[in-house]
């Protein structure tokens, strides 16, 4: 079955950290791009991270930028975001984006809660 399951989600405090995971499956991992996009409530789904196929680049939103790592391990066909100094700001679902060829594909999300 093609798809992504992100998991690592939960509720931390301000200051907290947490890294997300993002676990691939039916496709070859390898030849994506891996994107962690967010939504919060109200609000429009906007882009966090990027890392190319081999992880060798990566960019990441102004908003996250020095606080947020993304990274991959193709042999484990999984991506991870790593978030620090959390802020109540970075409350959202986030989701996990593969694209390939003409292909993209989303997961299903994971609630990151940042509150005392």
């Known amino acids: 079955q093609v798809q992504l399951v992100e998991s690592g989600g939960g509720l931390v405090q301000p200051g907290g950290s947490l890294r997300l995971s993002c676990a691939a499956s039916?496709?070859?991992?390898?030849?994506?791009?891996i994107h962690w996009y967010r939504q919060a409530p109200g609000k429009e789904r906007e882009w966090v991270a990027t890392?190319?196929?081999?992880?060798?680049?990566?960019d990441y939103a102004d908003s996250v930028t020095g606080r947020s790592t993304i990274s991959r391990d193709n042999a484990k066909n999984t991506a991870y975001l790593q978030m620090n100094s959390l802020k109540s700001e970075d409350t959202a679902v986030y989701y996990c984006?593969?694209?390939?060829?003409?292909?993209?594909?989303w997961g299903q999300g994971t609630q990151v809660t940042v509150s005392s």
């Open positions: 039916g496709f070859t991992f390898s030849n994506a791009a």
């Open positions: 890392i190319t196929r081999t992880g060798g680049s990566t």
């Open positions: 984006n593969a694209r390939w060829s003409l292909e993209t594909l």
